[in-house]
């Protein structure tokens, strides 16, 4: 009954690496979104995506980027993987608001990353 | 979007009613209003949402004012396993800016 999946649980990587985070969804949805949540922070956008190939800045962008080759998936790059870079990456989607009046954000599980 | 304000932290007994307040005094007459939880090491979940009426899931209840500036999640029997932190967030389904605005939350305690 999954319908968010992020491909990984737990990653370590080292500082300077290029880390790529992936997410799939299987519901359709035309939004996706990537968050960071980091303690006494919450939940902070990072970057989203409205359809394939189109992506907007969220809050804190710079760092990272997107790639959105086909609807169901959403890729979060780092392209060099910094130590304050360690955070709880969560992956989520929703419907385009036209299409549905009203709806809510599914999120995949996270990825726990640690840049040492 | 207008923004919520709720406690930081409450505590219940298990298998007794909770109801989790939040304050949304500047709310619009577009705006929903969600619930949204967050378990242990897990992504939020969607819990319920409403505009005006009163609405009832399999999860939980949400209670609306009647001048719509303030909510309850009522959990009607809070077992161990709704120990979150729960999220109150308004969102105009019209609004094209896609973001939802994640406030601290209200991380709810169960004590057996």
């Known amino acids: 009954d999954v319908k968010v999946t992020q491909s990984s649980r737990y990653l370590v990587k080292r500082t300077g690496e290029k880390v790529f985070l992936e997410c799939v969804q299987d519901m359709d949805h035309e939004n996706m979104f990537w968050y960071r949540q980091d303690p006494g922070l919450g939940l902070r956008l990072i970057y989203f995506s409205y359809d394939v190939k189109m992506k907007e800045k969220g809050d804190i962008p710079e760092g990272y980027s997107v790639s959105r080759e086909k609807k169901e998936r959403f890729s979060l790059i780092l392209e060099s993987a910094s130590t304050n870079q360690t955070s709880m990456y969560l992956c989520?989607?929703?419907?385009?608001?036209?299409?549905?009046?009203?709806?809510?954000?599914?999120f995949g599980s996270g990825t726990r990353l640690t840049v040492v | 979007d207008a923004k919520t304000t709720q406690p930081n932290s409450m505590e219940s007994n298990e298998e007794e009613p909770v109801h989790l307040p939040c304050n949304h005094s500047t709310i619009s007459g577009t705006d929903y209003i969600h619930w949204y939880r967050q378990l242990p090491s897990q992504g939020p979940e969607y819990v319920i949402h409403?505009?005006?009426?009163?609405v009832n899931n399999r999860m939980a209840s949400l209670a609306i004012a009647e001048d719509r500036k303030s909510s309850t999640l009522i959990l009607h029997r809070a077992t161990l396993r709704d120990a979150a932190v729960y999220y109150c967030?308004?969102?105009?389904?019209?609004?094209?800016?896609?973001?939802?605005?994640w406030g601290a939350g209200t991380k709810l305690i169960i004590k057996p």
């Open positions: 409403g505009l005006t009426s009163n």
């Open positions: 989520a989607s929703s419907p385009r608001t036209e299409r549905r009046s009203n709806y809510g954000y599914t």
């Open positions: 967030i308004l969102r105009d389904p019209l609004d094209s800016n896609y973001q939802l605005i």
